[in-house]
């Protein structure tokens, strides 16, 4: 089974931190992607990679930036993290087109005080 | 008009009971179809694909119809278990990003 890893379940940090979010997969998948998940209005597209060193926006960028320097790692960097961004993170990573289904992390979630 | 819509329920349904819910999707043109199941506080999960001549799986069947632009879940005999929120997801241009619903959320009642 593809397994995506995220580095931590819960994660609490200050207004103003520059906060690191993590995640590998472990199936050589091509495309990895970065969602937050909120109450109400269910999962916005962030970020997303589909192959090293390439990023594109995704729905909600803003606050938001993405490093992908190995297929296997996905990173969500918030450079100054703000209240707002209190949420869920979920990563997940497919084989080639989204013709196959997504598999996701366990998530994290985040709070910003 | 959003991309991906569902009915939020929530559906309510005895233990046993059969219950199905719908999705409606924008682009006639998408190929690729899925019913994901998330427990509360837990990440998505692929449960089916759907495919064109529809599809079963154990107590679980889904449908495409593509002249209607949507898909249906029906689960069969439900199961305490069955309680989650179903999303829907499209692959809606064919390229790498998956389109979601909102969610349907079903509680099965003993």
């Known amino acids: 089974d593809v397994k995506v890893t995220q580095s931590s379940r819960y994660l609490v940090k200050r207004t103003g931190e520059k906060v690191f979010l993590e995640c590998v997969q472990d199936m050589d998948h091509e495309n990895m992607f970065w969602y937050r998940q909120d109450p109400g209005l269910g999962l916005r597209l962030i970020y997303f990679?589909?192959?090293?060193?390439?990023?594109e926006k995704g729905d909600i960028p803003e606050g938001y930036s993405v490093s992908r320097e190995k297929k296997e790692r996905f990173s969500l960097i918030l450079e100054s993290a703000s209240t707002n961004q209190t949420s869920m993170y979920l990563c997940?990573?497919?084989?080639?087109?989204?013709?196959?289904?997504?598999?996701f992390g366990s998530g994290t979630r985040l709070t910003v005080v | 008009r959003k991309e991906v819509e569902q009915d939020p329920g929530p559906f309510n349904v005895p233990e046993g009971a059969t219950v199905a819910f719908n999705c409606t999707y924008s682009n006639s043109a998408s190929q690729s179809f899925f019913w994901y199941r998330q427990d509360c506080r837990k990440e998505p999960k692929l449960l089916m694909s759907v495919y064109s001549s529809g599809n079963e799986d154990g107590r679980f069947t889904a449908q495409l119809n593509r002249a209607s632009q949507y898909i249906s879940l029906l689960i069969r005999d439900s199961k305490l278990s069955d309680s989650a929120t179903y999303l829907c997801v499209v692959n809606l241009y064919n390229d790498y990003k998956l389109s979601f619903g909102a969610g349907t959320t079903v509680t099965v009642r003993a």
């Open positions: 990679s589909y192959d090293v060193k390439m990023k």
């Open positions: 997940a990573s497919s084989l080639r087109a989204g013709r196959y289904g997504y598999t």
